[in-house]
């Protein structure tokens, strides 16, 4: 079972400007000619770049919300979001050639902020008579959104005008279902707006997409649903978009949540592998990296002063999400 993400930020899609692309071939270049790290006599350019550290040569990426939950169905797709990152799910698609055979997109929404629907009407198999397209969500007015958001002023192309045939399976807020033999349990979330997050379950394997929700202090008290929502995931993708600074004092009932309330919730549920996601656009690679060492420090001071609750288990993997990961399972 796999995971691909192809979008990870938050909010709006960030930038990669020359400054960035800079900073990036700065470090390629001093890597390159220190005469302990640089390229040998006959060694391919290829081979010497996959070889540099992931913080050279990596990006963690520009697109809004979108992931993609692999289905064991011929021509069935699991997508969650249609933040940015869906248009370039739909680009790949195309260049493999796929457009050519009807297929079933299975679109879960969170909720209808921007980022989280801004890709739908550049998403190619959306233009392709013969695909249906099945938007699952609990909002009740998902459809008149859509249909809005593609409507003039604002796109030349309205919705009701595209090829493919789209259905709306709308839910009520506690009601479980089945896709492509997933189990799936939703939840909704504390969001400007509410939202949901959804649980995947299949074969033993778990997968949490909870994107777009604050936790406040009630996250510490028993009983909060959000422990049994998470319990045992083999991935947790989780709305880090804050340091707990800005959590805690600038940007307190903004929606999002903190990678250390992350921390705290995986290892109460024994959550293995923990994914920071909803990137904030404004920081570079470079802080996201160091938001992630932070991360990973405040592990190892918590798991000290913690001793005294055994119950807790820390997961055994902690990264940040970006634009192209595949994660097995
Ligand atoms: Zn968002
Ligand atoms: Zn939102």
Not at 31 to 53: E, F, H, R, V
């Amino acid at each position: 079972m796999k995971v691909v993400f192809w979008g990870t930020r938050g909010s709006l899609p960030s930038t990669f400007t020359k400054d960035h692309l800079h900073a990036h071939l700065h470090n390629c270049l001093r890597y390159a000619l220190d005469s302990n790290t640089g390229i040998k006599q006959g060694q391919s350019i290829d081979d010497y770049l996959n070889q540099m550290p992931q913080h050279i040569t990596h990006t963690y990426g520009v697109n809004t919300s979108c992931i993609e939950i692999e289905s064991d169905r011929e021509n069935e797709y699991i997508l969650c979001d249609a933040g940015t990152g869906i248009r370039d799910f739909g680009m790949l698609y195309a260049r493999r050639g796929k457009l050519s055979k009807p297929a079933c997109f299975h679109l879960f929404l969170t909720h209808l902020h921007w980022d989280h629907i801004q890709g739908l009407p550049f998403f190619v198999p959306l233009y392709v008579p013969g695909n249906k397209i099945i938007i699952h969500g609990y909002h009740h007015n998902i459809e008149e959104y859509l249909h809005q958001q593609m409507n003039p002023p604002c796109f030349p192309v309205p919705l009701k005008a595209v090829g493919a045939q789209l259905t709306f399976d709308i839910k009520q807020p506690w009601e479980p279902f089945e896709v492509c033999g997933f189990k799936i349990q939703p939840l909704q979330q504390n969001h400007p707006g509410i939202s949901f997050g959804y649980r995947f379950e299949k074969e033993n394997k778990v997968i949490v997409y909870s994107t777009d929700c604050e936790h406040t202090e009630m996250a510490h008290e028993n009983g909060y649903p959000f422990i049994e929502f998470f319990r045992n995931a083999d991935i947790l993708i989780f709305d880090a978009m804050y340091s707990l600074a800005d959590a805690t004092i600038m940007k307190v009932n903004w929606g999002h949540s903190n990678n250390f309330m992350g921390i705290k919730l995986a290892a109460k549920a024994h959550v293995k592998h923990l994914l920071l996601f909803h990137h904030e656009p404004t920081s570079d690679d470079k802080a996201l990296e160091q938001f992630l060492l932070d991360t990973i420090t405040y592990v190892q001071l918590y798991h000290k002063e913690r001793k005294s609750k055994p119950n807790d288990r820390f997961p055994t993997n902690i990264s940040l999400a970006s634009d192209g990961l595949i994660l097995d399972i």
